[in-house]
């Protein structure tokens, strides 16, 4: 896990976490790839709104050997370098994965008490 974290700056092991179950819930076929289809899934269970013509330059662009299915690897460098940083910061995709765990592990470090509190059940 580390190694693919130093791959990933600015991303944690949780951020990492968080997209590995993602693909592995959106996987629909069980190869270990997604398709366009199940990119945009993932896209839109994380909140994105680009538009489906940016969607699908970005995944084809990622989709390096023209088969129409990206592996996981593929998906990590496509979110983590779908919109351009600024001033080495995080911006878009990347960093609303970065909110979606970090929300995540707030919620799970919750007690049950505090989750009922916050309207979560």
């Known amino acids: 896990m580390q190694k ?3 791959r990933f700056p600015g991303w944690n092991e949780v951020t990492i976490a968080n997209l590995h179950s993602l693909f ?3 996987d629909n ?3 270990g790839m ?6 945009c899934a993932v ?3 994380l909140g994105d709104e680009t538009a489906m ?3 699908k330059e970005k995944f084809n662009a990622a989709d390096t050997d023209n088969d129409g299915w990206i592996t996981y690897d593929e ?5 983590y370098n779908f919109n ?3 001033k080495g910061q995080l911006t878009g995709l990347a960093l609303l994965c970065n909110e979606v765990a970090d929300n995540i592990q707030f919620v799970s470090n919750l007690t049950v008490g505090e989750q009922l509190e916050y309207g979560l059940f």
């Open 4 to 6: 693919v974290v130093e």
């Open 24 to 26: 592995l819930l959106f």
């Open 29 to 31: 076929q069980s190869n």
């Open 34 to 39: 997604l398709g366009l289809d199940d990119f």
């Open 43 to 45: 896209l839109e269970s």
């Open 53 to 55: 013509e940016i969607r």
């Open 75 to 79: 998906f990590l460098s496509l979110v």
């Open 84 to 86: 351009p940083q600024e």
